[in-house]
C-alpha cells in the first residue's frame, strides 16, 4: 500500500491505473493470459493493453467491400491437447470451422486447417469477450518500461502511464526491447536480452482483392509453400467470408517482402500478378479490381525458445514475463500455449 501512496502522491500525471499485472499486446497469447487472471480465485488485478483498435494481433480480418479477407494468419493446426479442448471449445460456439485438410496438390494430409466462421479476428473476438472492458485498453501503444517507486512503470505514446508489479511482453522482440531500452538491468535480466537479441523475424506483404476467376486456376488454391517469390495464395471465397470468387489474399515470401517492402503499394500489386501468372503458366492476370495491401514488418520468428516463456524476478514482487510465438512455437497454437503457461504462473502466485 505505501507504494501505492509514493506514486500517487509523485504527481505523476497522467496516471490510468496502479494494477498488479500489465499484459502488453492482445493477441491470442496476451487474450490467454488474461483469461487465466479471470477464473478461479484469483485476486489480482490486471490490465491488458494495445496499440491496436481491436484484439487479435495477426489473426487479422479486413472488410473490402462486400467481402472479408483474412490477411494475417490463414488457418492454424491442432496438435496439443490443451489448444484441442480449447478448439473444441470453438467449433462447438461456432466460431470456427474445419477449411481443408491439405493444399495444391496435396489435398488431404490428415492432418485439419481449421479458420474462423467469419474470418480470424472473431475467433480471438469472440475469445476475449468474457473479459471486462474496463480491463482492456486499446488504442495505446507502450514505448517505454521503467521502474518507479517500486512499480514497473510502462508509458504509453499518448503520455499515460501504467503502474503494475508484474508486466506480461508478448508484442515480437525487436518491439520489445526498444520498449525496454531504460529499464535498469542486473544479471538475471542481462541474460534474458542476450538471448533474446538472436530472434529474428521474417516480414510478409499481404495482397488483398477482387481478381478475374475467368484467369485463374481456382483449384488450385489454396497453395502453400510455392517457390519464391510467392508464399501462400488463398481464396477467401472458399472459406466463406466472400461472395465472389478469387477473392484471394497472397502472402509474399520473406525474401520478396524483404525486398519490396518500402515499394508503392502499385508496384508490389503488379509483382503479384506477374508471379501469379508465371507460376501457374496462366495467358495472363488482371489487377484486381479493388485491391489493398498490408505490411507485417515481424510477421514470423526464424528463432524459437523451447520454454514457453522468459521470466525475471526482481525485488518487492516485481516479474516480467517474457512470452508469445516466439516461445511457444511461431504458429497460432504455439502462442495460445506460451499465454497459458504464462496464465497458470500467474495465477498461482495470486
Known amino acids: ?31 490467454t493470459a488474461a483469461r487465466s487472471l479471470t477464473t478461479g480465485e484469483n485476486k489480482q488485478s490486471w490490465k491488458l493493453i494495445d496499440k491496436s483498435r481491436s484484439v487479435g494481433g495477426r489473426m487479422a ?15 492454424f493446426t491442432v496438435r496439443s491437447a490443451p489448444f484441442k479442448a480449447e478448439v473444441d471449445n470453438w467449433l462447438k460456439q461456432g466460431i470456427c470451422k474445419e477449411w481443408v485438410r491439405g493444399f495444391g496438390d496435396s489435398l488431404d494430409d490428415g492432418h485439419p486447417r481449421y479458420v474462423g466462421t467469419n474470418g480470424m479476428n472473431q475467433i480471438i473476438k469472440e475469445f476475449a ?36 508489479k508484474k508486466l506480461v511482453l508478448t508484442s515480437p522482440i525487436t518491439q520489445i526491447n526498444a520498449m525496454m531500452a531504460k529499464f535498469p538491468l542486473d544479471q538475471k535480466i542481462s541474460k534474458i536480452i542476450e538471448q533474446l537479441g538472436g530472434v529474428i523475424y521474417d516480414p510478409c506483404i499481404a495482397v488483398m482483392g477482387f481478381f478475374d476467376p475467368e484467369e485463374l486456376p481456382l483449384d488450385k488454391f489454396p497453395a502453400k509453400s510455392m517457390n519464391a517469390p510467392l508464399a501462400f495464395v488463398a481464396d477467401n471465397f472458399s472459406k466463406g467470408l466472400s461472395g465472389r470468387k478469387a477473392s484471394l489474399t497472397v502472402h509474399l515470401s520473406s525474401e520478396a517482402s524483404h525486398g519490396l517492402f518500402t515499394a508503392n503499394d502499385s508496384v508490389v500489386v503488379d509483382f503479384v500478378c506477374h508471379e501469379l501468372r508465371r507460376h501457374f503458366h496462366l495467358k495472363k492476370v488482371t489487377r484486381p479490381t479493388t485491391v489493398e495491401v498490408h505490411r507485417w514488418r515481424f510477421a514470423t520468428p526464424k528463432t524459437t525458445f523451447h520454454k514457453p516463456y522468459l521470466n ?35 495465477a498461482a502466485e495470486g
Open 129 to 164: 469477450a468474457p473479459l471486462p472492458q474496463k480491463n482492456i485498453a486499446l488504442n495505446e501503444k507502450i514505448i517505454d518500461v521503467e521502474l518507479i517507486d517500486g512499480f514497473i512503470a510502462s508509458t504509453s505514446e499518448s503520455g499515460t502511464k501504467f503502474f503494475a
Open 1 to 31: 500500500m505505501s507504494d501505492h501512496i509514493a506514486v500517487l502522491e509523485a504527481g505523476m500525471q497522467p496516471i490510468q491505473e496502479i494494477v498488479d499485472v500489465l499484459i502488453i499486446g492482445a493477441g491470442l497469447c496476451g487474450v
Open 312 to 346: 525475471w524476478s526482481g525485488p518487492n514482487g516485481l516479474a516480467i514475463y517474457y512470452a508469445g510465438e516466439a516461445f511457444g512455437g511461431p504458429k497460432i497454437e504455439g502462442a495460445y500455449l506460451s499465454g497459458l503457461a504464462v496464465g497458470k504462473a500467474l
Open 61 to 75: 480480418t479486413r472488410r473490402i467491400e462486400d467481402a472479408r479477407f483474412d490477411h494475417g494468419a490463414q488457418f
